[in-house]
């Protein structure tokens, strides 16, 4: 498969191998997409270092910590000199402090509701500002979601409320950036059991509910992740742009 051969990438959110951002980018590259990464902080620079040394020695892996401007501008930079063009960006990233994920909404505190909007979901239009003027070919922004946006799904919390903020986003920016041929989606992925996942607290009971109550009676693997993922970036999504496309066994349909 080479639906996505001549087009560069590049990837926010790989934190280790069980990562939704891996499994797309696993994806985009099996495709044929060339890919540039970031990681948070030195903490996980060995771990991802690791992870992307199977795509080739020169692949380009940057730290970028998605709340410091300088950090962004410096990401885009250094794709721009390497590649001088961008075609795919992938936002997997995400993060509310651990008590705003347990207990009562009604004691979200107003840091926690800011750290959480900043990282989750303003991070959605600082990035695609920086990437547009190198999307000169057109391009493909997609970011992850959770249906803890439009429902309440207890201890999502804050969490919920910048999803929503993140879908939001997606419209505006895709109608700001469709113009330019570059298209924004969300992909609202029913729960993998990933790192971020686990800060959520009663996750594991969240796991099996979808297994009980979704259509298809299973969990969503992050290989179909990856596969809508590609779908995304590909041309045959060439005419869809601001969606919220949902990749969860049907969960979202039920209504009891
Ligand atoms: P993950 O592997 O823990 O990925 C989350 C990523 O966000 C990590 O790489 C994390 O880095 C990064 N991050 C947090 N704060 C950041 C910051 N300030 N700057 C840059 N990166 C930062 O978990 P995941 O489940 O794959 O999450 C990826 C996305 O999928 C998130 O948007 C999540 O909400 C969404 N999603 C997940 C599920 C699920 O059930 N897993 C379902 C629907 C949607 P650190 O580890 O250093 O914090």
Redesign the pocket.
Known sequence: MSQLAGKIGIV?????K????WAIAQAWHRAGAQLAF????E??KENVEELVAAFGPDTLLLP????RDEDIARVFAEVGAKFGKLHLLLH????APKDALEGAFLNTSREAFRVAHD??AY?LIALARAAAPLMTEGGSIVA???YGSEKVVPHYNV?GVA?AALESSTRYLAYDLGPRKIRVNCI??????????RGIAGFMEMLKHYEAHSPLKRNVLPDELGATGTFLASDGAAAITGQVLYVDCGYQIMGM
């Open positions: 926010f959110g790989v934190a280790n069980r990562s939704i951002a970031t990681y948070q902080g903490r996980l970028c910590d998605v709340t997997s990233v995400a993060f990282v989750s991070s992850m979601t959770y969490m999803k609202s992925a029913g729960p993998v059991n990933t790192l971020a996942a």
